[in-house]
């Protein structure tokens, strides 16, 4: 089954630098991909869902490539603050137009952005 | 406005007790998801239902069932708990994030 690595496990950065984070899966019919926040305490947050078919996908404060090739996927939080102090897990998804896909989670990423 | 309730937030149990965690959601979302959360492993997934009375099991349905009697409500049983079923449980509806995650349960067996 889908194998999904994220890294690094634990990352500092400090205020106003980026924060770069990847994650790696194995599976290349998956089609969904997915960053989500979580703040301690708290449940998880949506931050992006992108599509296979998208490369690059700019948010709010950051910016998500997808690599199909290589089976990557990375987020990178650009100028971080101290509010973007949280966990961020990637999730990556095999269904295709369907709300019934499995998320395969990877293990995490703890950002502390240092004031 | 879009939801998932998780009820109760927080509980204590001693080991051999049964558990019963509930998940709500207004959405009239056919699917649902049972997560379990625990540091270093991202989150796992528990069970999927398709919709009432069509459940799937995830990737570590071990020690648990679930139950689909109503669109809305989704639950999680776990008969005979055990101390290393201590762990945050999320619901969610949909795996898109859409539906959303539920706030969570924490749940410590003793």
């Known amino acids: 089954g889908e194998q999904v690595e994220q890294r690094p496990p634990h990352l500092s950065v400090r205020e106003g630098d980026s924060a770069f984070i990847t994650c790696t899966y194995t599976d290349p019919n998956s089609y969904y991909f997915f960053w989500y926040k979580q703040e301690p305490g708290a449940s998880l947050q949506l931050l992006m869902k992108?599509?296979?078919?998208?490369e690059i996908n700019e948010g709010q404060g950051f910016t998500v490539l997808l690599n199909k090739k290589d089976k990557r996927l990375s987020l990178n939080l650009t100028a971080a603050h101290p509010g973007d102090s949280a966990a961020y897990f990637c999730a990556v998804s095999d269904d295709r137009g369907s709300a019934l896909g499995r998320l395969h989670f990877g293990a995490g990423t703890q950002l502390i952005v240092i004031p | 406005d879009m939801k998932v309730t998780q009820m109760p937030r927080y509980l204590i149990k001693r080991m051999g007790e049964n558990v019963l965690l509930e998940c709500g959601q207004d959405?009239?979302?056919?699917?649902m998801y049972w997560y379990r959360q625990d540091p270093g492993l991202g989150l796992q997934l528990i069970y999927i239902?398709?919709?009432?009375?069509?459940?799937s099991e995830g990737d570590i349905p071990k020690g648990y069932r679930v139950s689909r009697k109503k669109r809305e409500h989704f639950s999680l049983i776990l008969d005979s708990a055990k101390t290393n079923q201590t762990s945050v449980y999320f619901c969610?509806?949909?795996?898109?994030?859409?539906?959303?995650f539920g706030p969570g349960t924490r749940l410590t067996v003793l």
């Open positions: 969610a509806s949909t795996p898109t994030g859409t539906g959303g």
């Open positions: 239902s398709y919709d009432v009375d069509s459940n």
């Open positions: 959405m009239s979302h056919e699917t």
């Open positions: 992108v599509f296979s078919s998208t």
